[in-house]
């Protein structure tokens, strides 16, 4: 279904665009600590061979607050709309909510613990059969953030109304709501000049 969009939400999603090629160029510069990207896969079986659940990995991200900004950039598709050189978009990076988040652990003994704490535990060791070495923070469940006119009205971490670019920075809250570029400039200085201690 086409989204219709007014002239001043298209420039506030193109301004998001540069915004985070700009934060992207800046993140990369500094050297800001990323943290890595996967996919859950479940457990499956392949020619009645048992195979167990794994975190694939997917790349690298920094994170900023509810959302996540790859750092490799993302291919995005060319326009359709003319063969003109005005028509093709330029790559921009991926953006993704931020979903949950585990660190990578050799595999150990299942022990009688909590059911909640036993799934953190393997979740652990599947970030591990993802060959990320112990200790790497492994983000997953992470949804994709689509840079175009489905971000009119949105109810994700990143909307557009009225010509303005929102994040909403407590998903539990629709109203909690702050401009875009305010949000993105204090969450890249916080990486790229992070706190004592932090």
Known sequence: MRVT???ADEAAIARVRVALTDAAARLAAAGARTEALAEYVPPTRVLLVPRPERLRPLGTVWRLGVLLLMAEGADETASTTGDAAADIQAPSPALFATGSLTRAHEPGRTTFIAASAERRRQLRVAAFRGHYPPGTSVNFDA?????DASLAGASGPVTVHDGEALVRWMPSSPDALTGFDAYLTERVA????PPIGA
């Open 190 to 193: 916080l990486l790229v000049d």
């Open 143 to 147: 949804a994709p953030v689509p840079l």
């Open 5 to 7: 969009m007014s002239a």
